[in-house]
C-alpha cells in the first residue's frame, strides 16, 4: 500500500512530501485513516538526529486521531473498535509497519 506522508530526508531539512510504502494489514492489526496527526518535542529531536540512531528518511508524528478502517475482526477481544469510530493512538513504530494496536 502506497501512503502519502510527510519526511525529513537529512538531519538539516524541512519535512517535506514523500510516498512510502506499507506492508499489507496483518490479522493483530487495525487499519486508521488517519485524519490528524501531532508532531511532539521528540519527533522534532529525532527528525535532527539528535539522539545520534535516525535513519532517513525520517516520517516523525505519532499522536494521532482517525478512524478505524479495517484490520482485526469486528468483535475480537483485542480490538475494541467498530468500522469508522474515532479514536487515538499514541505509539511509535517504524516506517515499515503498521501502528494502531494501543488505538482507543
Do not use: K
Not at 11 to 27: E, K, M, N, S, Y
Request: glycine share 12%.
Amino acid at each position: 500500500m502506497q501512503t502519502r506522508v510527510y519526511a525529513a530526508q537529512a538531519p538539516d531539512q524541512l519535512l517535506g512530501p514523500f510516498t512510502i510504502a506499507r506492508r499489507a494489514v496483518g490479522d493483530r492489526d487495525v487499519q486508521v485513516a488517519i485524519d490528524f496527526c501531532g508532531i511532539c518535542h521528540s519527533d522534532i529531536h529525532f527528525a535532527r538526529n539528535e539522539w545520534g540512531f535516525t535513519t532517513y528518511p525520517c516520517v516523525p508524528g505519532h499522536e494521532i486521531i482517525g478512524r478505524a478502517r479495517g484490520g482485526v475482526e469486528l468483535g475480537d477481544p483485542r480490538c475494541r473498535q467498530e468500522l469508522g469510530h474515532p479514536g487515538g493512538c499514541y505509539r511509535r513504530r517504524a516506517v515499515d509497519s503498521a501502528p494502531a494496536r494501543r488505538c482507543r
